[in-house]
């Protein structure tokens, strides 16, 4: 210490400049004051320059050396100037230290005395005041403990029935929602059961709710209905089974039930649709920030929501058609009108719309159980119908029904569902609601009716009907028309091709006949008898009636399709019965029939069979009754009809019933309209093409005994054929044939006074008179038992005269069985070879014939050998009746 002092007092007695020292200390670098890990060695070091100079390092050494002087000597006046301050405080820290001995000595006795009262006193005493002090406590706490436990206990019990009450309410708000759904409502009920987290369970009980809002509603609407016709206020009803309940539904209150039950049914699956659209829109809304309150909804099981709504759809629309197939199979419909059930048929199509709509279901179960009714109902409803057509057919007197030349099936009540061209007289405006309408039915119903309305409300609006006006007044429906009756028009245009073409014999295949050129009818008019009439479809009562009645069955096959083919059945049993009925009526007569000239077809003769024992019941009324057939299959059969005693077809004047043959071979032309339904058409083809083959049994009828064919037969008996020279005049039985002609032309003219006669009727008519006429001539000839060339030249002359008078009444060319009387007279001429090829290729003349051909023309030029042997070759022969 005393070197130290003194080397400082040494340094503070050098003499120095206070402002020299202070430029000498600030002339030292920052660096030095920087911090104590400075090495000022390795500093100077780094300094020096590259080439060292002596001088240079002395002086700058000595600089060194004046700054540490300077700044040991200022370091030294600081220690000098503090030295009685650091004496002092250098006693008192020696004070300190020992105090700190003393009191260390201190706490080691107070420790080891606290050890002692520890061991003594603490543990033993105050550790049995400190344990009775906590148990106090401790049995304190249990107290409180088990009096909250108690209030907690009781507050559950509260909770758990408030959260009871609270699902109770939130359920029967749920139930509400199945018949009358409110977003609003539906929302806030969501919400509720989202705050619970039992979404799941909502869907559960919704699908229980929609169950039972689907049995409450019908039981109720039917249990009003029975109560209400029942007039009582008998309480059995309520305890029925539905199912039961429904066999009390009266038939005045069928239909209005059966109504407000689909009714009823919409709104539940309308209000199950729109849940299904809440849940989808909150399913778009899963990507989008929330509504405050719907934060919770984005955490449900949306797809067990999802799959549950969409399984529920199949269920619900099950249980539907549970109903109300009760409902349809609990009431015996055999006996409803027909406009009625097909108001039936209609609400129940538009239920299955509405099933297809709601979850794509082909309702099995509706298509069958009203295809159980249908069918039960058909049957009763078809054999009703036959046996009123057969007593439309008995009462029938085949005249004219006046109907408008502009008569289209559309127009009838019947066909309107068809949507077919309307008549003229619908207005503007119900066509533009018909088309509105169109469009609409484009949406689907769940879109027309998602917010009011209902789809079964629209039958009664429909049920309004147009009047139909389809009847002329007095045959004419203007003076205007009737002003134009009598100009030029193509008499068979209201014909269909199949009735168009011209006659072709059915046995020989000889080629058509062709009638004359349109111009030449058209200039002539002479087989035209049709110039006095209107143009407008022939029609009679039976024939409305048939229209309407095909109508009416088309319309069930458009509505119900499980019994379509057995209603096309019916259809075409209907037709089998008008086309047997006419057959019978003017086709039948077994005098002609047994001529050999081949008047019914084997297509028709087939047809008519078939028809007599599929559908006419041959057993006379009360007689053999279920004998010679079973009851069921006798209520398939109708009596054949019978001809009104109104309708004569034995006057002459009026050509044996001429009009009232038109008027019926022209009512199955009525019927080919009805060939423009699909489904139709090839039943109409098939029959009608057969039912045009009647024209030649029911007008040959007519040409048999229009002309006196027995008087000529007569007549020619009389005239002498072996004649030797030739004769330049005619018989008389010529002129008397043409004069039956003649008579037969003008009572053709009379007749289409009243009905026109359209020109392939006349065609058939005069081909059928002049086919009779040259076989009768054929037969003439052949009852001639002596003649010579000259009298075979009388023949031909007769027959030549004949030719060119009768080409004058008729526009028909060429003319029918020509070459048949020709061939035969020319047959005179014949050697005996060329007779025994003539008998083999020409088998369209009766044995009769053609042995007088060998006895009388040969019997002169051969032995009696040859002869047997011709007549032999005649009777080997199998002809078949032309």
Known sequence: MKSLLE???????????PQAEQEIIDSIGEVYFSNDSFDMVQHELEKLPPELNLQELEDYRDKLKRQQAAVSKRVADLILEKQPSYVKELERVTALQTNLQLAAVICTNARRQLNVAKAGFTEASLGLLANQRRRQLLTGLLKSLRTIKTLVGELNSKLQDTLEQIEEQLDVA?????????????TKVQMAYTLLGKTQTAMDQLHMHFTQAIHNTVFQVVLGYVELCAGNADT???????????????????????????????EVMLSYHRTMQWH????????????????GLLTVDRSYVKKKLEHGLSRIWQDVQLKVKSYILGTDMSNFKYDDFIVVLDVISRLMQVGEEFCGSKSEVLQESIKRQSVNYFKNYHRARLEELRMFLENETWELCPVKSNFNIAQLHEFKFMGQCRSPSVSPSRQ????????????????????????????????????????ASNGYESDELEKSVYQEYDSDSDVPEE????????????????????????????SDYCLNKANAPILTNTTLNVIRLVGKYIQMMNIL??????????VSQLFDYYLYAVYTFFGRNDMYESSGLGLISSRLRTTLNRIQESLIDMDPVGENAGVHAPTEDRKEKVPSPHLSHLVVLTNSETLYGLAQRVVTLAQIVCLLPLKDVAFYRPFTWQTVSTASELRKPIYWVVAAKAIDYEQMLLMMAGVKWDIREIMSQHNIYVDVLLKEFEQFNKRLGEVSRHVRIPLPVSNVLWEHCIRLANRTLVEGYANVKKCSNEGRALMQLDFQQFLMKLEKLTDLRPIPDKEFVETYIKAYYLTENDMEQFIKNHREYSMKQLANLVNVCLGSHINK??????????????????
């Open 7 to 17: 080397e400082l007092r040494e340094l503070r007695q050098q003499p120095i400049d």
């Open 174 to 186: 749920l139930s509400k929602t199945c018949k009358h759904f409110d977003v609003l409502h539906y």
């Open 236 to 266: 059995k009803f309520q305890k029925m089974q539905y199912k039961d309940l429904c066999t009390h539904i009266t038939l005045d209150s069928y239909i209005p039930c059966l109504m407000d039950l689909c009714k009823a049914l919409w």
């Open 280 to 295: 989808e829109e909150q399913d778009k809304q899963e990507t989008t920030p929330p509504p405050d309150g719907f934060g």
């Open 432 to 471: 533009a609601a018909s088309s509105s309408y169109a469009a609409q039915e484009e949406e689907s119903l769940f879109q027309q009716y998602v917010q009011d309305g209902n789809p079964f409300e629209m039958h009664i609006e429909e049920k309004e009907e147009e009047t139909e006006d389809v009847l």
């Open 499 to 526: 009735l168009k073409q011209d006659y072709v014999d059915e046995q020989t295949g000889d080629a058509p006949l062709k009638s004359g050129s349109r111009e030449t009818i058209r200039s002539k008019k002479k």
């Open 561 to 570: 399709k499980p019994i379509a083919f057995d209603v096309i059945h019916c």
């Open 865 to 882: 050998r040859a002869r047997q042997k011709l007549l032999a070759a005649i009777d080997d022969i199998d002809r078949p009746k032309r």
